[in-house]
């Protein structure tokens, strides 16, 4: 008899501990998503405006609504975005029975 603990026992899915329960591991990562996301942000707008230039003499004429078409659409995604973020955090805020 050895007294090492855990051997010659069959692991079993019970036996086994996670690291991290799934609720706060997911919690977690919404949290890093939303820290990130004002990076994105400044990402999606900025980077598009340096290689596009500044628009007028040399710029076709549809190039200023094309970047206002681009810049809606970024600002919906992220509003969407936010808001799937933020009820993901509360549906897991509401949920949990520790304190």
Known sequence: MSDAPGQGEPKTASARQLFLERAVYRRNRL???????????????????????????????????????????????LIATCATIARGLARDEGGEDTP
Do not use: K, M, Q
């Open 31 to 77: 949290i890093d998503a939303a820290r990130l996301l004002p990076l994105l942000a400044l990402f999606a707008f900025v980077v598009p405006a340096l290689f596009l230039g500044t628009p007028g003499g040399d710029s076709e004429g549809g190039n200023t609504s094309l970047r206002l078409v681009y810049f809606f659409f970024v600002w919906l995604c």
